[in-house]
Nanobody, 125 residues
Framework: QVQLVESGGGSVQTGGSLRLSCAASGVTSNDFCIAWFRQGPGKEREGVATIVRGSGGTRYADSVKGRFTISQDYVKKTAFLQMDSLKPEDTAMYYC??????????????????WGQGTQVTVSS
């Protein structure tokens, strides 16, 4: 059974940085991807970044390219999201998600079978 536990959310001012962590127990296949999604107030859930466990390949939403970096500790089965140059529009609940073969649809919600409880990120102007 896959379980995801996020940590690292908080409140920062515009231009600040935060680092989120997602500990993914029960993930064994190299086909698994670990992704970050976010959902702002009144908005749909959207993909932010994802990483393929085996290859380390990554994908980013256009809105965060150049500001966010996803990485992983393969042995510890933990993914990280380094968020720099944060903007008020980055304010959202951030969710870690895991699923297999995400390269068939990088940010399709249906590709991700397992979800964490979420961690709040608030960026003030």
């Amino acid at each position: 059974q896959v379980q995801l536990v996020e940590s690292g959310g908080g409140s920062v001012q515009t231009g600040g940085s935060l680092r989120l962590s997602c500990a993914a127990s029960g993930v064994t296949s190299n086909d698994f991807c670990i992704a970050w999604f976010r959902q702002g107030p009144g908005k749909e859930r959207e993909g932010v970044a994802t990483i393929v466990r085996g290859s380390g390949g990554t994908r980013y939403a256009d809105s965060v390219k150049g500001r966010f970096t996803i990485s992983q500790d393969y042995v510890k089965k933990t993914a990280f999201l380094q968020m720099d140059s944060l903007k008020p529009e980055d304010t959202a609940m951030y969710y870690c998600a895991a699923g297999e073969r995400c390269y068939m649809g990088w940010f399709q919600l249906s590709r991700y079978n397992y979800w964490g409880q979420g961690t709040q990120v608030t960026v003030s102007s």
